[in-house]
């Protein structure tokens, strides 16, 4: 037996011990209990809604907050791709949580079950294990995917089909655990990437750092092929010279970047992907492996709740406040609003916490004013790994500004770190992406 052959036996059994045991709590109530005044509902369970449930109730302990969530246990999309790419850094039980424990902590209710409508005129809220009243509702519920705009000849069971075959995991859970079987199971042969063919999507540099570290699981295992990722865009995506600079001096032989490359077909029982290259002409290739990114939609939570949409379903928001456009007892977080930020769970974090003020005065009877402070500016750093051995990372500085209509702007910056040797990439970045994710972790579940 091959040492792959006895990894993949052993991943399959490492996979399935660290899974963690969640039990569900799905008693039907007929009918929701009253508000107390001071009720928040708040609909996702990801890195907005965590954020926001701990900080509402860090600030004002006698508001009544509940979380809904779909899901059984967290996972994390942030150094997701670390574990693709077989960092030992990166276990499944790092990347997962339970939410009974924070719900504890912190003293907020956690109820599970999936949002099926929503009323605002009776400030209801339906989910598939009882309804929910709220005096404030606050929507932290992600993306969707949009196959249909990005395919649109394909009908329900090819869509369904593909997303299988060829998993997204810009969604965490199955789709991720889907990938890194896969992975761990594959031959010689190719991985093909898709990035999300044009748009706002989540976390603009994800596909590229998945790029790098499924290169590097090719490569420290040995297997023949490459890492092709056939990109939209020419060359030009986020983080685009640093990430190109270190596939270069570290993949060379793994990578093949494919510019102004558009899907037309997946033909998941043959393996193969059909695209149009730079030159307009059809090409065919054949995969072991392949993750396809499709275009990104908002969650249907924000037309769900017939608030203020964009095209996309993002939510429109009233100046700087994350408050909707058109309900003043609705709050959107996370990627799901529509400004002009790169989605991110360093962006879902910092919004939560500044709408989680204006909430706080709001249920308290004071009106906070949305404009109160501006023009702010604010910053953040988000980092990729574009190296397992040793563990290198780049990274991009945002500075984000609102104005004084509360028109909220982002610029980003590549910068080279001092200890890089004048690379883009370097050890102590690669520190300082763990270190960013452990707080990033404390912010949620601590
Ligand atoms: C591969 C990858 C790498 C990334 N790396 C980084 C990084 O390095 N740094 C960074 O800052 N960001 C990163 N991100 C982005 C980050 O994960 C997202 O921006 C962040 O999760 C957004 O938070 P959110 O609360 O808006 O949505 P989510 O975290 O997705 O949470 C939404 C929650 O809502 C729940 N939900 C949806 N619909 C319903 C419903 N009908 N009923 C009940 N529950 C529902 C979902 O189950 C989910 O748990 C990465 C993303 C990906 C995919």
Request: hydrophobic content about 35%; some cysteine; proline content about 5%.
């Amino acid at each position: 037996m091959e040492r792959r052959d006895l990894f993949k036996l052993a991943g399959v059994t490492a996979a399935a011990a660290v899974v963690p045991t969640v039990m569900t709590t799905e008693a039907k109530a007929s009918e929701p209990k009253k508000t107390s005044g001071k009720s928040v509902v708040i609909i996702g369970g990801g890195w907005g809604g965590l954020t926001m449930a701990k900080e509402l109730k860090k600030q004002d302990k006698t508001i009544d907050v509940t979380i809904i969530e779909k899901k059984d246990i967290f996972m994390s999309c942030p150094i997701s791709s670390l574990y693709l790419g077989g960092l030992e850094s990166v276990t499944l039980s790092r990347l997962t949580h339970d939410f009974y424990e924070p719900a504890v902590t912190h003293g907020y209710n956690f109820h599970k079950g999936e949002v099926t409508a929503i009323d605002r005129k009776a400030k209801k809220v339906t989910t598939t294990t009882g309804d929910l009243s709220y005096d404030i509702l606050v929507l932290s519920p992600g993306i969707a995917y949009d196959y249909e705009k990005q395919f649109p000849t394909w009908d329900a069971a090819k869509i369904s089909a593909v997303a299988q075959a060829c998993p997204a995991a810009l969604m965490p859970g199955s789709e991720h655990l889907a990938l890194k079987r896969q992975i761990e199971n594959m031959d010689d042969g190719n991985v093909v990437i898709v990035p999300p063919a044009s748009g706002k999507f989540r976390c603009p540099p994800a596909p590229y750092e998945r790029t790098a570290m499924i290169a590097n699981y090719l490569k420290t295992e040995g297997i023949k092929g490459k890492v092709i990722v056939l990109d939209t865009r020419p060359g030009k995506f986020a983080k685009a010279a640093a990430f190109l600079e270190s596939w270069d001096d570290v993949f060379s032989d793994y990578i093949d970047y494919r510019g102004s490359s558009t899907v037309t077909d997946v033909d998941p029982v043959k393996k193969t992907i059909t695209y149009k290259d730079e030159d307009g002409d059809s090409e065919t290739i054949s995969y072991e492996v392949c993750s396809l990114m499709p275009i990104n939609k908002c969650s249907p939570i924000t037309s769900m709740a017939g608030i203020k949409v964009n095209g996309a379903g993002f939510a429109a928001m009233d100046g700087y406040s994350f408050r909707s456009a058109s309900d003043k007892n609705v709050y959107v977080i996370g990627d799901a609003v529509g400004h002009k930020i790169p989605p991110s769970g360093q962006t879902a974090i910092w919004g939560a916490k500044r709408a989680a003020g204006q909430i706080v005065a709001q249920v308290n009877g004071k009106e906070k004013d949305p404009k109160a402070g501006l023009p702010e500016k604010a910053a953040n750093v988000c980092y990729s790994m574009v190296n397992g051995a040793p563990e290198e990372a780049i990274m991009v500085t945002h500075t984000f500004s609102a104005d004084a209509s509360g028109v909220l702007k982002g610029k980003g910056h590549v910068p080279k770190p001092k200890d890089g040797n004048g690379k883009f990439r370097s050890k102590g970045v690669g520190k300082a992406l763990h270190e960013w994710f452990d707080g990033s972790m404390r912010e949620m579940f601590s």
